[in-house]
């Protein structure tokens, strides 16, 4: 696997672990619908969370949030309504990013809540 794909994975996996630690739920990673994915599901409180986690090594081009192309969310959207319906899930969404930056084996972790809208 390319070393960009490595260091996704363990974005992600930090990810699950700060969640959880913050009383979230997973329901599911990696959840894919046709060709539309969503990194993380979880529940929080009353809401569905669907989270996009971005991973970089450095902020040299911009910070991780910063690479969620509008299409990327309509992706993420299809996703979690397909989610949703074969769930039978009926509450309120919200669209969250992870953004993390491993620099020397050092994670930061930075949760954006409500970061987007359904498009």
Do not use: W
Not at 13 to 27: E, M, P, Q, S, T
Not at 44 to 50: D, E, G, K, S
Not at 84 to 95: A, G, S
Not at 103 to 111: A, G, P, R, Y
């Amino acid at each position: 696997m390319a070393q960009h794909n490595d260091l996704g994975t363990e974005g992600e996996k930090r990810a699950v672990a700060f969640l959880k630690n913050k009383g979230y739920k997973i329901l599911k990673t990696n959840y894919r619908y046709i060709k539309n994915e969503v990194d993380i599901i979880a529940q929080f409180q009353n809401q569905l969370i669907a989270i996009e986690v971005k991973t970089r090594s450095t902020r040299d081009f911009g910070d991780p949030q910063d690479f969620v192309k509008p299409s990327q969310i309509k992706s993420i959207v299809t996703a979690v309504n397909a989610y949703m319906e074969q769930k039978d899930i009926d509450l309120e969404v919200r669209f969250d990013i992870i953004a993390v930056i491993a620099i020397n084996n050092t994670f930061e972790i930075e949760h954006i809540e409500d970061a987007f809208l359904a498009i």
